[in-house]
């Protein structure tokens, strides 16, 4: 089973979120949603369990402010604001929480305590993140951290077709072509053919993102 969580989101769902929860059986948002139609876009996708945030207004008045779940024996307690835990998460195995904008995964006490971070709007120095949960039975389940890169072209210098010419490059080398012809091919600096080549034949199983990931 697996479980897509995010958590504020202030009325931005991003393109990446959406992608990233396909197939998934359940969705937790851990509250400062901000709109709606951003529970409504995710229930598209699968059914969606929220709490309320401190910036959920009347709109959200509906939702709780935590609530407790349980998913093949193993019960997760949700809430937005951590230090506003009620009693029902003692018997948690996982909690879930947000607000902080910071991702986090930490046991303690025999309990995992998860904060997806921030996937929405943010302050530009703040990573975007949210995440997965697949749980293969009781007390047997894992957390992946998805990054959403958000540096844009212009920040990087790298061309504006880059997504094209990784792509490229990447069947080039597999052709067995050199770093020069590649670069002349994909009309770019030597160096920067390099760093793709470099990053592709050392990252087995890489895409394309990946690699732009790492040489941005």
Same mark, same amino acid.
């Given at each position: 089973?697996?479980?897509?969580?995010?958590?504020?989101?202030?009325?931005?769902?991003?393109?990446?979120?959406?992608?990233?929860?396909?197939?998934?059986?359940?969705?937790?948002?851990?509250?400062?949603?901000?709109?709606?139609?951003?529970?409504?876009?995710?229930?598209?996708?699968?059914?969606?369990?929220?709490?309320?945030?401190?910036?959920?207004?009347?709109?959200?008045? !509906?939702?709780?402010?935590?609530?407790?779940?349980?998913?093949?024996?193993?019960?997760? !307690?949700?809430?937005?604001?951590?230090?506003?835990?009620?009693?029902?998460?003692?018997?948690?195995?996982?909690?879930?929480?947000?607000?902080?904008?910071?991702?986090?995964?930490?046991?303690?006490?025999?309990?995992?305590? !998860?904060?997806?971070? $921030? $996937?929405?709007?943010?302050?530009?120095?703040?990573?975007?993140?949210? %995440?997965?949960?697949?749980?293969?039975?009781?007390?047997?389940?894992?957390?992946?951290?998805?990054?959403?890169?958000?540096?844009?072209?212009?920040?990087?210098?790298?061309? %504006?077709?880059?997504?094209?010419?990784?792509?490229?490059?990447?069947?080039?080398?597999?052709?067995?072509?050199?770093?020069?012809?590649?670069?002349?091919? $994909?009309?770019?600096?030597?160096?920067?053919?390099?760093?793709?080549?470099?990053? !592709?034949?050392?990252?087995?199983?890489?895409?394309?993102?990946?690699?732009?990931?790492?040489?941005?």
């Amino acid at each position: 089973m697996r479980i897509g969580i995010l958590s504020d989101t202030h009325g931005l769902l991003r393109s990446e979120v959406v992608d990233g929860f396909k197939g998934v059986d359940h969705i937790i948002h851990a509250g400062d949603i901000d709109k709606k139609s951003v529970l409504d876009e995710l229930e598209k996708i699968a059914a969606v369990t929220a709490v309320r945030g401190n910036a959920d207004k009347d709109w959200a008045e !509906y939702l709780p402010e935590d609530i407790i779940l349980e998913f093949e024996g193993n019960k997760i !307690y949700v809430v937005h604001n951590k230090g506003k835990i009620g009693k029902a998460a003692a018997d948690a195995d996982i909690i879930i929480y947000g607000h902080s904008h910071k991702y986090s995964e930490v046991t303690k006490d025999g309990q995992v305590w !998860y904060n997806p971070g $921030c $996937c929405g709007k943010r302050k530009p120095t703040q990573e975007v993140t949210f %995440g997965i949960l697949t749980i293969k039975g009781k007390g047997d389940f894992f957390f992946e951290k998805c990054l959403i890169n958000t540096t844009s072209q212009a920040e990087t210098g790298l061309p %504006g077709n880059i997504h094209y010419i990784i792509e490229k490059a990447m069947s080039m080398t597999d052709r067995g072509k050199s770093i020069d012809d590649i670069a002349k091919a $994909c009309k770019i600096d030597r160096s920067l053919a390099e760093s793709i080549c470099r990053m !592709y034949l050392t990252h087995p199983g890489v895409d394309v993102n990946g690699i732009l990931q790492r040489i941005s």
